[in-house]
Nanobody, 124 residues
Framework: QVQVVESGGGLAQAGGSLRLSCEAS????????VGWFRQAPGKAREFVAA????????KYSDSVQGRFTISRDNAQNKAYLQMNSLKVEDTAIYYC?????????????????WGQGTQVTVSS
């Protein structure tokens, strides 16, 4: 069993930055692949970014490519999502997910362990 906890959400202005953190426990952190997803009000959950275990291969959605950066620090048991050049449409609840797959999947069904989410609100 893996426990996942997100932190770092909050309020930012358009064009600003926020950094989200994801801590996973219950399993050696280096052995899990981590994904970030988000869900805006009235919309389906969507993929944001993922980073694989092992080589740390990353994958991004087109909507955040070039603005967001996913990274991990295995020694700290954490993954991060650095969000720059924020837009109002980035407003959503952001969820961190973990799984033992070796590749950074963009499919929510590929992740077995989920956090409770952290709210990100971007104002104009």
């Amino acid at each position: 069993q893996v426990q996942v906890v997100e932190s770092g959400g909050g309020l930012a202005q358009a064009g600003g930055s926020l950094r989200l953190s994801c801590e996973a426990s219950g399993r050696t952190f280096s052995s899990v692949t981590v994904g970030w997803f988000r869900q805006a009000p009235g919309k389906a959950r969507e993929f944001v970014a993922a980073i694989s275990r092992g080589f740390g291969t990353t994958k991004y959605s087109d909507s955040v490519q070039g603005r967001f950066t996913i990274s991990r620090d295995n020694a700290q048991n954490k993954a991060y999502l650095q969000m720059n050049s924020l837009k109002v449409e980035d407003t959503a609840i952001y969820y961190c997910a973990a799984d033992t797959r070796t590749f950074p999947s963009s499919l929510s069904r590929d992740y077995d362990y989920w956090g409770q989410g952290t709210q990100v609100t971007v104002s104009s």
